[in-house]
């Protein structure tokens, strides 16, 4: 019976180890245009997905730093995903139409800092 127990709860632990295998959280950081604390609110809200395990951007630096899990989605993906509400990256730009429906202290490309 003891035996058994343990080959049980090794069996487990193995498929436990297999089920987290596949999910390597990854870092990674990119810059992101944006100019105020709304800004800081709409791109870290818009990485609260399953995929990814931190967001957080620094409006003095523009920097995007994220953790997500790398065999579901890509650092690519998370730019484009913020692009997607208005806030250009490094490899995507933000859609105009998108963009044009930014709050006034969030329009970045004027190339005028209201805050």
Known sequence: ?????????????????????????????????????????????????????????????KMLKVAFLSEKITLDSLQQLVASVGHDTEKFKAADSTYAKLPGCCLYRDGQETH
């Not at 069996?11 to 105020?36: P, Q």
Request: with cysteine.
């Open 1 to 61: 019976m003891k035996t058994y127990i343990l080959k049980s709860i090794s069996i487990i632990s193995l498929f436990s180890l297999f089920a987290f295998a596949g999910d390597t959280v990854k870092e990674g950081e990119f810059k992101v245009s944006g100019l105020c604390g709304m800004c800081k609110s709409r791109i870290e809200k818009t990485l609260k997905i399953s995929e990814v395990k931190f967001a957080k951007w620094d409006k003095k630096s």
